[in-house]
């Protein structure tokens, strides 16, 4: 791996008076080393960073900084000005400027040192060092970390007894006769027989556009602020040498949290619920010592954030380091998923709307950019119809693109969106989809462990990977899987197609069994990508399926409801509340509705949420109910095959969940008999003894 810095990259005497002068001065240092390739491009991305906000610091300190495609490695020049020049610190102008260089696609080695630089920034001890360097060489290996900066002698003090008594030729008293030091108030011990009291603790999160310089000091100023206020922080630096989370267990114990961010932080969810103060990176940096006194009175007043939000987050999750195969796996797929999901709700409601409005012939309509009539409702009904089988069409290579980014970040987006496009191409469908996804990560994740020559790393992330995984994965949906996908496809639909009497049923009853199990879930999930699926070819069976699916996953929340007004005494006034929301929910095929009572209740809820939906799902298939749209609810009523009948299929299932949630919470509610010699409970009869 190359030095950093090396001692050309040094000049400790700069003479630039200006900002945008003293970034040419380095930067033409960086073109001379072979760092940069194109000096005008490079200063154009410097002040496109410098722009988005200015980038000095407190401390004499300027660190003007980028990513960049005209960089071949990440370097970092440094500049000492003697007159100071200003990069927009509140403080005044910087004596030490840092022009730190990265590679578009980053490196984790390099960037890894940058991260400590950043931190070192906040060390007195070091910049000092620096502020008093002769020498080039000298200079550039303290910033590399080979030589460490020498300690500040020791400031002189009046003389100890033992030195006294020594000046005085006598001898120092003994130890135990020395008074013991106080301790300081607000370290004191605690009076015997009572527990030393936990410090206050507090988890933090930061991040900067570039994540380079701003996320590490940030880091760096609010630990060293902790300390000085006794309270335990532990930061999370989301930066471009990637992260790696907090423990849950940290984050669970925490008292307060504080995001010092400029970009959106990630896994947001995981904090809610705790007193928070939120601020851009500069305030992490600059007002540390505020924002914890600002946390600790949020918890004092108990002021916390909204709790998280229960539908879709698992889903969303990266899979962890301890994951088994098989859950990571699951993980991938829900990550795609939850990712398809919108298209199918935008792309599928605005095709069934269409179908409302213009009817099931309007899939013929030409285009609507050459034929418009603003009056025709028909024209209108083409419109929407276009819009949403655009927006479909994205359903495949979505799902394959973020399967993909589950499995290896963003490098694996390129691949997988392309291997979702052939799928569609080759008529491999959402089976297509999902083997594109699983190819794509597992080819970048292969790459990505080939060891690279550093100058080819800055490189990797942006041309490399892309070109290589995009010709692998290619190459495989074209000529290997794709066609023995796109037949097992076709034998499904065509399975569907000709499902009929108890086959129909039994589907219909397994699909609920699923929509219910979890209400929300993984299981839930791959019930619904399965309809949804179908919806991309369809035909009788696969919109069969999809009627099914959304009858069941109605159920649950709607028998939560009813049951809260048939026996409300079975339920907590939380509950009954829940209760109310709950109609609206379930109405609106949003099966989380029912997560509250299942939480409260598991053994009881499940099983009669589960016998519920599969009632509707096997009534749904009997009656040979129908749905083009993806959801909505009873919204979409117009639009499903049979409306009667399915609205009758779920009222049987709501009613059959209701019996049971009901019948199994009155088993635990029966109030159990008295013994005999018990006293009788006020205004109960008396007992005489014979």
């Known amino acids: 791996m190359s030095e950093l810095i090396t001692a050309e990259l040094v000049d400790l005497d700069l003479s630039a008076e200006t900002k945008d002068a003293a970034a040419r001065a380095l930067a033409e240092r960086m073109v001379a080393a072979g760092r940069v390739t194109d000096l005008a491009g490079f200063l154009a991305d410097v002040a496109a960073r410098e722009a988005q906000m200015p980038t000095g610091l407190d401390g004499g300190i300027g660190i003007p900084h980028c990513r960049s495609t005209h960089v071949t490695e990440p ?180 008292d307060g949290v504080i995001f010092a961010h400029d970009v959106e932080v990630r896994d947001r969810e995981r904090f809610a619920g705790k007193p928070t103060v939120d601020v851009g990176v500069k305030a992490g940096i600059g007002r540390a010592a505020e924002l914890i006194a600002e946390v600790r009175r949020k918890a004092a007043h108990g002021e916390v954030s909204a709790p998280a939000r229960d539908a879709a987050a698992p889903m969303d999750k990266d899979a962890e380091p301890g994951d088994g195969f098989a859950t990571r796996l699951r993980k991938w797929l829900m990550t795609g998923v939850s990712y398809m999901v919108p298209f199918v709700a935008a792309g599928g409601l605005l095709i069934a709307l269409a179908f409302a409005i213009g009817g099931y012939t309007i899939n013929k309509a030409p285009s609507v950019a050459d034929h418009f009539l603003w009056t025709e409702s028909t024209s209108w009904a083409a419109l929407l119809f276009q819009i949403g089988t655009v927006a479909f069409g994205f359903l495949v290579p979505v799902l394959a693109g973020f399967i993909a980014y589950g499995m290896a970040d963003r490098p694996g987006l390129v691949p997988g969106f392309v291997g979702g496009a052939i799928a569609l191409t080759v008529n491999a469908g959402f089976l297509g989809g999902l083997i594109a996804g699983l190819l794509a990560g597992a080819v970048v994740t292969t790459i990505q462990r080939v060891r690279i020559p550093g100058p080819l790393r800055g490189i990797m992330p942006v041309v490399v990977i892309p070109l290589l995984s995009s010709v692998v994965v290619g190459f495989l949906m074209f000529l290997v899987v794709g066609k023995p996908i796109a037949a097992l496809q076709k034998g499904l639909t065509d399975w569907l197609s000709g499902l009929t009497g108890a086959n129909a049923v039994i589907l219909g009853a397994l699909l609920g069994l699923m929509m219910c199990f979890d209400l929300g879930g993984p299981l839930n999930k791959v019930a619904y990508a399965f309809a949804v699926g179908g919806l991309a070819n369809p035909n009788a069976g696969s919109l069969k399926v999809m009627a099914a699916v959304m009858a069941a996953g109605m159920v649950p929340p709607l028998a939560m409801a009813l049951a809260t007004i048939v026996r409300g005494g079975l339920f907590t006034k939380a509950e009954r509340e829940n209760g109310k929301a709950a109609w609206v929910l379930g109405a609106s095929f949003i099966t989380e509705g029912a997560i509250p009572f299942a939480a409260a209740d598991p053994l009881r809820v499940t099983p009669s949420a589960m016998a519920g939906g599969a009632v509707t799902g096997a009534l749904s298939m009997a009656f040979g109910c129908t749905l083009r749209a993806p959801h909505g609810g009873i919204f979409v009523i117009p639009l499903i095959g049979q409306p009667l009948l399915y609205l009758l299929a779920i009222a049987a299932g709501t009613g059959v969940s209701t019996a049971l949630v009901v019948l199994l919470k009155g088993l635990r509610k029966r109030p159990q008999p008295r013994p005999a010699d018990s006293p009788a409970p006020d205004g109960a009869g008396v007992t005489v003894a014979a």
């Open 75 to 254: 370097t970092l020049a440094f500049g000492r000005s003697a007159a100071g020049i200003d990069f927009g610190a509140p403080d005044g102008p910087a004596d030490l400027i840092f022009l730190i260089a990265a590679p578009a696609g980053g490196d984790a080695d390099h960037l890894s040192i940058l991260s400590t630089l950043a931190r070192q920034l906040m060390d007195e001890t070091f910049t000092g060092a620096l502020r008093t360097a002769t020498e080039s060489q000298r200079t550039a290996a303290l910033i590399r970390g080979d030589e460490a900066p020498a300690e500040p002698a020791p400031e002189q003090t009046e003389p100890g007894p033992a030195a006294q008594a020594a000046e005085a030729g006598g001898e120092a008293p003994a130890p135990d006769a020395a008074p013991a030091p106080e301790p300081p108030a607000e370290t004191s011990a605690a009076p015997a027989g009572r527990p030393t009291p936990a410090p206050f603790r507090i988890v933090a999160v930061t991040s900067c556009p570039t994540g380079i310089a701003h996320t590490y000091m940030a880091a760096e100023s609010l630990e060293q602020a902790g300390k000085a206020a006794g309270v335990e922080v532990a930061v999370e630096t989301q930066g471009s040498a990637g992260f790696q989370r907090l423990d849950p267990q940290l984050v669970a114990d925490a």
